[in-house]
């Protein structure tokens, strides 16, 4: 079985300070990783995702995340929060060995950004 | 291009009622997914289709719950005599390929359909 444990339900920045989201997953194989981001009355879009290729991945919009598997760890960080950022993340684990990619997600982080 | 959407995008039902939702997933794409997601809940799987096959439906949560998708194309999310704790909204994604090792592929979702019981 795999799961995903998104630390932090809210986590509040000030616009232009780093964003850091914490995420700590538990998978049976070598997992597929990916985040989320959900803007309200929008669809779900894919920031970035981890394949088992280079360990720290860049996505859009100037986040990335880094695998770490000693620590079982996939944060996403971005050095400088912009307003437009404010949407719910979710951490986003799949099993590549299974005959279909079934998503696992966690609860989500909210992200708020003040001015 | 046209992403997935889905219709409706807000759907009010009274306990007992029979509703469908439907999904129309990017054009020549091989897979599609149903989700659910509760209020402050990350979503949760219900059915896998690879073209026309359902080939997972592991997550519906009770026999209440029918999908199909018969041409290989649009789907539909049948819930039979809704009751108050299916109030979610339903997510429907759809990938290019069959997914799974060594590729895992992007899937793309639309944008849901708010479903209230009342």
């Known amino acids: 079985a795999q799961s995903v444990t998104q630390l932090d339900s809210h986590v509040s920045v000030s616009e232009g300070t780093p964003v850091l989201l914490r995420c700590n997953y538990s998978?049976?194989?070598?997992?597929?990783l990916f985040w989320y981001v959900q803007h309200p009355n929008k669809g779900l879009q894919l920031l970035l995702k981890y394949t088992s290729a280079a360990t720290l991945v860049k996505g859009i919009n100037g986040f990335e995340a880094e695998f770490k598997k000693s620590e079982t760890s996939f944060h996403l960080t971005k050095p400088s929060a912009h307003m437009s950022d404010a949407a719910e993340y979710f951490c986003v684990v799949s099993d590549p060995n299974s005959g279909y990619s079934t998503l696992t997600f966690g609860k989500g982080t909210m992200l708020l950004v003040s001015p | 291009g046209a992403g997935v959407s889905q219709s409706p995008r807000y759907k009010v039902a009274k306990r007992g009622q029979d509703v469908a939702l439907r999904c129309d997933p990017i054009?020549?794409?091989?897979?599609l997914f149903w989700y659910q997601q509760a209020l402050g809940q990350g979503p949760e799987f219900l059915t896998y289709f690879q073209n026309e096959a359902q080939l997972d439906k592991s997550g519906l949560p009770s026999d209440r719950f029918f999908a199909e998708r018969p041409e290989g194309s649009v789907s539909t999310l049948k819930i039979q005599r809704t009751q108050q704790e299916d109030s979610a909204v339903y997510l429907c994604?759809?990938?290019?390929?069959?997914?799974?090792?060594?590729?895992?592929?992007?899937?793309?979702f639309g944008p849901g359909t708010r479903l209230t019981v009342t």
């Open positions: 054009s020549g794409h091989v897979s």
């Open positions: 994604a759809s990938s290019l390929g069959p997914g799974g090792a060594p590729i895992v592929d992007e899937q793309y």
């Open positions: 998978s049976s194989y070598s997992p597929s």
